[in-house]
């Protein structure tokens, strides 16, 4: 298994101050260069990427939600989105491990105290960043859920996680939480340092997709923990807020790179190495009428993605500026139109490459099948099908989507 550097002293160099929207676009598209030429060899050997997530933070472009009033940026959600899909297009699963880190900062700005909000800030400002352990399997009941409870003038955290994406590479893994209050359990995010002792991270994230997300366990055993670091949650989901559509914004964008990559790699792949099929009568695979109007379909999709997307941001950016019932519904309806075109498209991208490139594109060292097997693993997040019922839902009955991040 690869070393841990975060567990020896690392010298960690202040990342880059981004000015601006263009600035962070820029960013992305500096780094997308860099990280798509080792990108097979990486899924291929589950090299964690270590090295990479240091020039992601030290660009500047981890800092990018961090409001200009805090010092950072400030970008719109149409910019968050645009350099996560340009990341993941180079490589799917180093698009996805700031998605989490993202997030978490999103429930800071909406939940947290001013003191929490301006301490976490200055962190991710000094290039310090998030994971998560939010989810569990198997943990419907409550009662069997990781567990916050009083110790003494502190907190004590129990309990057990799963699909923790970035967590291995995290210096603070916000961790959600329920604790009982008066015999009803109520929800917390909190920030644990991440090594904290009773934290304990194992890479054992051996999924056919998305390979290198560090999307691993965390156990806590009797973790200790500040009550500064305690940020309120139960409210986001009681009240119109737009955490949820914020996060599902993120999702629509990593299927969107997935997807432009896999058509990328497809059109190169038949321009250098494709042959016709003998009834197109042709000396070019790029000249057969059948492999242009497939290329013509497949294009003509992501573009429609890429104009929802872009579409849904203008909405989770209103419901930013003004939360209510009406603007949250809006950009969760609209966040999950753009989500089934982009898991439509990212899907299909990946599956009609090997289609139109041909036997070849099979052969195991090229590695083509990672966009495939990353669009697969990323999109089963949360089920489509539930989207088309919300958005149906949405414009028949009049029916407000539920709140929670998955919609």
């Known amino acids: 298994m690869p070393s841990d550097p975060s567990l020896n002293a690392r010298e960690r160099a202040f990342p880059e101050r981004l000015a601006d929207d263009n600035a962070a676009l820029e960013a992305a598209r500096r780094l997308a260069d860099r990280f798509a030429p080792d990108a097979a060899l990486r899924d291929r050997e589950r090299r964690l990427p270590w090295t990479e997530l240091d020039a992601y933070v030290g660009s500047g472009l981890w800092t990018i939600t961090v409001p200009r009033e805090f010092g950072g940026p400030g970008v719109s959600s149409g910019t968050v989105a645009g350099t996560i899909a340009t990341i993941a297009a180079a ?26 909000q301006r301490y976490f800030y ?28 009083r110790d003494g003038s502190r907190w004590r955290i129990d309990g057990h996680k799963f699909y923790c994406t970035g967590a291995l590479f995290a210096d603070w893994i916000p961790t959600l939480v329920v604790a009982d209050e008066g ?11 991440r090594h904290s002792p009773g934290v304990t991270i194992t890479d054992d994230w051996d999924g056919f997709g998305q390979r290198v997300t560090g999307s691993g366990s965390v156990q ?4 200790r923990v500040d009550g500064a670091w305690i940020v309120p949650f139960q409210a986001s989901l009681e009240r119109p807020t737009p955490i949820g559509p914020f996060a599902q914004i993120m999702h629509a964008a990593i299927d969107l790179g997935q997807a432009r990559g896999a058509f990328d790699a497809a059109r190169a792949f038949v321009r ?3 042959r016709p099929w003998i009834d197109a009568k042709v000396e070019r695979a790029v000249d057969d009428p059948l492999t242009i109007a497939q290329f013509g379909e ?22 930013q500026a003004v939360p209510d019932a009406g603007t949250v519904a809006a950009a969760s309806v609209a966040v999950a139109e753009a989500r089934v075109l982009t898991t439509t498209a990212s899907l299909d991208a990946g599956s009609r490459l090997f289609e139109l490139a041909g036997t070849a594109a099979t052969l ?44």
């Open 91 to 116: 490589d799917g699963s180093i698009g996805q491990i700031p998605q989490n880190h993202y997030y978490a900062l999103e429930v800071l700005r909406v939940g947290g105290s001013r003191a929490q």
């Open 122 to 149: 200055e962190r991710v400002l000094e290039g310090e960043r998030f994971g998560n352990a939010l989810a569990e399997i198997g943990a419907r009941d409550f009662k069997r859920r990781t567990r916050l409870a």
């Open 183 to 193: 015999g009803k359990d109520v929800q917390y995010l909190v920030f644990v340092p």
């Open 220 to 223: 806590f055993d009797g973790v």
């Open 272 to 274: 250098e190495h494709s």
């Open 298 to 319: 497949i294009a003509i999709r992501i573009r429609a993605a890429e104009a929802s997307l872009k579409r849904a941001a203008r909405f989770v950016d209103a419901a």
């Open 364 to 407: 195991d060292d090229i590695g083509l099948d990672r966009f495939w097997r990353n669009a697969r693993t990323h999109t089963l997040h949360d089920p489509v099908r539930w989207k088309y019922h919300a958005v149906g839902n949405y414009y028949l009955n009049g029916t407000l989507p539920p709140r929670h991040g998955a919609l």
